[in-house]
């Protein structure tokens, strides 16, 4: 029988099922809103139009959760056959997948230069950097009027673009809204939808690190301001860690940009009259369909060509988007470190870069390309032999040939700066058939978890990786297969469905505390098992 719908947050999140999810949502409509969609289309050479599966965390994480749901999630046209789609699509509303349908998507279509502004100015090159702690202060960014320009003209006007379509979505319907915005592109939307839907249930969720105080005063005030009191329109805001949580209500606490108050045993921001809850969740991955996948004839073929290509040597792999947060430069620089101060390795490993190309409309992307492919040439030119290639460099949008990847490694280097969560190392952790060590960065919001079942890395000395790499070349086989096996768990332990179930279930205990009328009194449960780190 299922359980009344009223017993949503006290359902167990380690057992509950997608039947019971469907139930509590029966009078609920779930509205996702990010940037980048699930899915995006493109003109094959034969002139026809396919989809192609979207790129990066979020549409991973949210692809999989949203298979219960009935959603409808809103992203920001990425080519023109999008907009054909969308215009075609009766609604406006996109079925996915087709043949099937368990969610449906829909696009923004805002003009190429309002987007520009938004996206490249803004949240690419002032924003993205910003909370990945990656300003080059003596040089970028340089903030003037026509950053400015874009904050108001580009980041605003596609802000206020969502949310008019996410108004419309919620007056298209009389069932109870839930809306779920997206990582640093939406902070102003939830403002801007309040002030036209005053009682809607709101989440944001950051996919990528918060800043500590000081470093987020390099944001100009007005936008510090703005930014602060658009996510504090929120009625739930998430982050992947404790830390991330504990910077955040500093930035509010410190009253300059907003004034506000903040309970930091509660966790609650009051700003006006409007409070806002301040949790984390560590996002994760839908195991069992990677594993699905890792099963495709696709995959399989892959495998073999890494296997020829390795030979009986050991396979060192890294799989990432070329982006200056991955710091894939560095890991270049430490495999030639390792390659000079153990020479004993020569010809008995292979560094496999599978990379995907990444904002290629920057020059800070494309130089970083440019500077990632003359490394690992340079590697190759001073370390190869006749048989031996030391460095093996792709850059290409290849999923298959990343799942494989990941099932091969012998170790498996994960070292960004800093990185929200990182899912790669998790995917890895499930994938690995071979007793792989994950050598993972202490600045990855990951490490908190997966720490004890994998390497650590200081991203920025290239002596240690080199060190590290050794290490994890070398350890012993039961070693190693432990260390696999506790990672394993570790990962299997949480899955994307629980991480989006935990956001329901915030709103869900939010609308009980309006219902009920004890907002004053009313604290937020305890956090379940795997929200806390020990």
């Known amino acids: 029988m299922d359980r009344d719908s009223t017993e949503f947050d006290e359902l167990d999140l380690e057992t509950i099922t997608p039947r019971q999810v469907r139930q509590y949502l029966k009078d609920k409509f779930v509205i996702v809103a990010s940037n980048r969609g699930p899915v995006e289309f493109r003109k094959e050479e ?110 605003r006007k596609v802000n206020r673009l969502f949310a008019d379509e996410i108004v419309r979505e919620i007056r298209s319907t009389d069932k109870k809204p839930l809306i779920f915005l997206q990582d640093y592109h ?137 982006e200056p947060s991955k710091n894939i430069l560095r890991g270049l620089q430490g495999y030639e470190h390792f390659l000079c101060r153990y020479p004993d390795w020569k010809e008995r490993v292979i ?20 500077d990632i492919e003359e490394a690992a040439e340079a590697i190759n030119r001073e370390f190869g ?48 058939q071979r007793g792989g060590v994950i050598i993972l960065s202490v600045n990855a919001g990951a490490y908190q978890e997966m720490r004890g079942t994998v390497l650590p890395l200081n991203p920025l000395d290239i002596a240690e990786t080199a060190d590290t790499i050794r290490s994890a070349l070398q350890i012993g086989e039961r070693k190693r297969k432990s260390m696999a096996r506790s990672a394993r768990e570790v990962v299997q332990a949480n899955t994307s469905f629980k991480w989006f179930l935990q956001q329901m279930r915030a709103l869900r205990r939010v609308e009980k505390q309006r219902a009920e009328g004890k907002k004053e009194k009313a604290g937020m449960p305890e956090l379940p098992r795997y929200e806390r780190f020990e």
């Open 46 to 155: 034969d002139g026809t139009i396919k989809a192609h599966r979207g790129a990066g965390g979020v549409v991973t994480a949210m692809s999989t959760a949203l298979v219960a749901t009935d959603a409808v999630w809103i992203s920001s046209m990425r080519t023109k056959e999008d907009a054909k789609m969308a215009r075609e699509a009766p609604g406006g509303r996109l079925a996915m997948p087709p043949d099937k349908p368990q969610y449906w998507v829909r696009y923004i279509i805002p003009e190429k230069k309002d987007f520009q502004q938004y996206y490249s100015v803004i949240s690419n090159s002032i924003l993205w950097p910003l909370q990945h702690y990656l300003y080059d202060v003596l040089r970028r960014p340089v903030i003037d009027e026509s950053v400015h320009e874009a904050w108001n003209n580009g980041y």
């Open 186 to 322: 939406l902070y102003l939307c939830a403002q801007y939808i309040r002030r036209k839907e005053p009682d809607v249930l709101i989440h944001h969720f950051t996919h990528c690190p918060w800043a500590q105080p000081d470093y987020f005063r390099m944001l100009p005030h007005g936008m510090r301001r703005e930014l602060l009191q658009g996510m504090l329109g929120n009625d739930v805001l998430g982050f992947h860690t404790p830390h991330y949580v504990s910077n955040f209500l500093q930035c509010c606490r410190e009253g300059e940009a907003v004034r506000a108050a903040v309970d930091t045993k509660r966790r609650l921001v009051r700003h006006g009259a409007h409070e806002t809850y301040v949790r984390h969740y560590p996002i994760s991955i839908d195991h069992e369909a990677l594993e699905r996948t890792a099963g495709r004839k696709d995959v399989a073929d892959y495998r073999g060509r890494l296997r020829s290509l390795a030979g009986d040597r050991k396979l060192l792999v890294r799989v990432d988007r070329v």
């Open 351 to 370: 560094f496999a870069n599978f990379l995907y190309p990444s904002r290629s409309d920057l020059k800070e992307y494309r130089d970083l390309q440019r």
């Open 385 to 432: 032999t006749e048989d031996w290639e030391p460095v093996h460099l792709e850059i290409k949008d290849n999923y298959p040939r990343s799942v494989a990847a990941q099932i091969e490694y012998d170790a498996l280097l994960v070292n960004p700066v800093a990185d929200g969560m990182n899912l790669v190392c998790k995917e890895g952790a499930v994938l690995n």
